[in-house]
């Protein structure tokens, strides 16, 4: 059976939980509190050199980290990853957006506010992360106008990528409602089969 390292709150475990849950992969779910430091343990650090979560142990033994990463180990051969090259690129490009533009500002904000205390220097990186969060969100909000997924109108990893730290944006303060086609998009993805919360192991 596979084996998830992940932490209950982290969007990109949720993304590997999602994905499992949608294809109906059983696997074992170990939680390690990174708040406490547990993926900086010498033992974790064997399983995961970068020190962080989610971490797929395959049945052989083979560990995979980088949430989108396994996204794409999982879905290869599924609905869930297209075959076709260009839309195959496409889900890539966007999966690269969600780590680059998206999650450094949407996810940290959320991080920050939900798990750690503000200092002047904080409060002042936190107006960046907002600025630069809303800019990633006005591309979202282009794309899925006359779009109903990220590619090819159908439902992928990309938008698992996505709808991860997207769904809980206002956690970290931004406020989705001015952007109609990701709150349609987002009603689209919770509507799909198999879909779970965040808070489901």
């Known amino acids: 059976m596979l084996r998830l390292y992940d932490f209950h709150d982290s969007g990109n475990g949720y993304k590997v939980r999602l994905l499992l849950g949608q294809l109906g992969i059983p696997y074992e779910y170990v939680e390690v509190d990174i708040l406490t430091g547990k993926s900086r343990t010498p033992e974790f650090l064997e399983k995961n050199i970068n020190g962080r979560i989610p971490v797929l142990e395959l049945e052989d033994g083979r ?27 496409q889900v890539m490009q966007w999966m690269f957006f969600e780590q680059y533009s998206h999650e450094p500002n949407i996810a940290t904000s959320r991080f920050w506010l939900r798990h750690t205390e503000f200092d002047s220097h904080r409060r002042r990186r936190y107006a960046e992360k907002i600025k630069d969060g809303i800019a990633a969100l006005q591309v979202m909000e282009k794309h899925l106008s006359s779009s109903l997924f990220f590619v090819a109108d159908r439902y992928s990893i990309a938008d698992i990528a996505l709808y991860a730290y997207t769904h809980v944006a206002d956690e970290g303060g931004f406020d989705l409602s001015p952007f109609g086609a990701i709150r349609a998009w987002l009603d689209r993805v919770r509507n799909q089969p198999g879909h779970k919360p965040i808070t489901a192991a």
């Open 63 to 89: 560990r995979l980290a980088e949430s989108n990463a396994i996204l794409f180990y999982l879905a290869d051969g599924t609905p869930f990853l297209p075959q076709e090259r260009w839309a195959r690129s």
